[in-house]
């Protein structure tokens, strides 16, 4: 089945530093998702990416779908300590039955 | 406000017993799935629904059960045959199946006395 490679698995910088978190996937994807959860919650959609070469910003967070339909990055610039959760990359599959892949998250911890 | 409601935050589940999590949303979707998450792995999809009266096996679906009697409501029942059932489970809804984000609630946190 089609699987998500999600990198790196953890990090830990210093308030203020810019992050970068990505995904590869062996397969093209038809769209690119990033999440964000904090301990005890459900995860929250951060941006949703549907074309190609797509661009898109949430505030200091900017993703990007891959041209080839198999990676995505995530960056946070200017990190701040609400930053802190794990970030889940996850995208639907050319199968479109509409299931979610999901990468195995990256853990954030900001210092201040 | 518009959302995922599941309930309880937390629960315990004796030997040889069955329970179930409850998941409700307002926000007119159609369909609705559950996901189990263990610590340090992404989320494993157990049930999805497209419709009411309507449900899919995910990739992990030996030891549960659900329903879809009403559009709002997505129960999840762990029964006795799913030997390790301590995990966070988290339900989620999207417009319909298919290129659509899904919505997540706050998770069930389950565990085992």
């Known amino acids: 089945g089609q699987q998500l490679n999600q990198s790196p698995q953890s990090m830990f910088i210093q308030e203020g530093e810019d992050v970068s978190m990505n995904c590869t996937s062996s397969s093209i994807f038809n769209t690119w998702l990033w999440y964000k959860q904090e301990p005890g919650e459900g995860p929250v959609l951060l941006i949703a990416l549907y074309k190609a070469g797509e661009l898109t910003s949430n505030g200091r967070l900017t993703a990007q779908f891959g041209i080839t339909r198999k990676d995505s990055f995530l960056n946070i610039s200017a990190s701040i300590p609400s930053d802190v959760g794990i970030y889940f990359c996850a995208g639907h599959g050319s199968s479109n039955t509409g299931k979610l892949i999901f990468g195995q998250g990256t853990t954030l911890q900001v210092k201040p | 406000d518009g959302g995922i409601t599941q309930s309880p935050k937390y629960l315990f589940r004796k030997e040889g017993q069955n329970v179930t999590l409850s998941c409700e949303q307002n926000l007119n979707h159609d369909a609705m799935y559950w996901y189990r998450q263990d610590p340090g792995q992404g989320l494993r999809l157990i049930y999805y629904?497209?419709?009411?009266?309507?449900?899919q096996k995910g990739d992990i679906a030996e030891g549960y059960s659900v329903s879809r009697e009403k559009k709002e409501s997505f129960p999840l029942t762990v029964t006795s045959a799913q030997k390790n059932p301590t995990a966070f489970y988290l339900c989620a809804s999207s417009i319909i199946v298919g290129n659509q984000p899904q919505h997540f609630g706050d998770g069930t946190r389950l565990s085992i006395l």
């Open positions: 629904s497209q419709i009411v009266n309507d449900f």
